[in-house]
């Protein structure tokens, strides 16, 4: 008998208001793989991601979501954050008043009581060795770990300190909601390299992006276009390559 899926979403309806951005979508998303998901501006990309991972303001109007065995429409963000999902935000917020190793380290301490309970925590000291490791693969100035999440960064460092916390945290299913918009080539680079060395069996992903650029550095098992609410195609690679080089008018067109 085959697992169960990682993520089933079965006719997903989302509201914001009064407005329907999300109007039936279905997707399956098997252990291990990497899912990109492709559309216009507008097309309910980044609403879709809000809405797996809890944001108050995206309601579920109808349709099923089960992740990880759990149906996780219940649940509020930060438990399904505790089951395994992660979102990596377009736009990272600003925290001020604590640390970015201080925010990272009582994270891990919540994801390792929720999954690991009987496994033994590293030290602070522990894990400031171990955070300056993923923070070196990264090219992050150490620094950055002790001044405010976010504050004063780059739009690169930003890009970075998220997939630091993807690093960090090793969730189940990590949601790149654009994480590719506003680097420079090298930063993406960077990025990708960084998310593509946590591909395994334990870690999946769905990469959600308007370009095909960070699709040269992680290779998608699937790819599916998002236009209007609705998951209108899907494919492989190659799919997005496609999308690269004619656009979405073929999906757009009335």
């Known amino acids: 008998m085959d697992p ?10 989302v509201c914001v208001g009064e407005k329907e951005v999300v109007q039936g979508v279905y997707l399956t ?3 291990g793989e990497v899912h990109a998901l492709m559309g216009p501006n507008g097309s309910g990309k980044s609403s879709l991601v809000h809405a ?22 219940s649940m509020d963000a930060h438990e399904r954050a505790l089951a395994g999902l992660f979102l990596a935000f377009q736009y990272p917020r600003e925290i001020p ?10 994270a891990y301490k919540q994801q390792m009581a929720a999954r690991q309970p009987k ?6 000291l522990q894990f400031q060795e171990h955070l300056h490791t993923h923070m070196d693969t990264l090219h992050m100035d150490f620094a950055l770990a002790e001044r405010p999440v976010n504050q004063g960064f780059s739009g690169g460092e930003k890009k970075k300190a998220e997939i630091l916390q993807l690093r960090v945290l090793q969730p ?10 506003g680097l420079d080539i090298d930063a993406l680079s960077v990025v990708a390299r960084g998310v593509e060395a946590l591909r395994s069996p334990q870690c999946s992903f769905l990469v959600v992006t308007h370009y095909a650029r960070i699709l040269e550095y992680i290779i998608p098992d699937h790819t599916h276009v998002m236009v209007g609410g609705k998951i209108v ?14 656009g979405y008018e073929m999906f757009t067109a009335v």
């Open 4 to 13: 169960e899926p990682l993520l089933q979403i079965d006719g997903l309806r």
């Open 172 to 181: 189940k299913l990590a949601l790149l909601d654009e994480t590719d918009s």
């Open 119 to 124: 496994e033994k925590r590293l030290t602070l």
């Open 29 to 31: 998303i098997n252990h």
């Open 52 to 73: 797996l991972a809890g944001h108050p303001d995206y309601q579920i109007t109808a349709g099923t979501v089960r992740f990880a065995g759990q149906d996780i429409q």
């Open 233 to 246: 195609a899907s494919g492989d690679a190659a799919l997005a390559a496609s999308l690269e080089e004619k």
């Open 97 to 106: 008043g604590i640390t970015l190793r201080d925010f990272l380290y009582a």
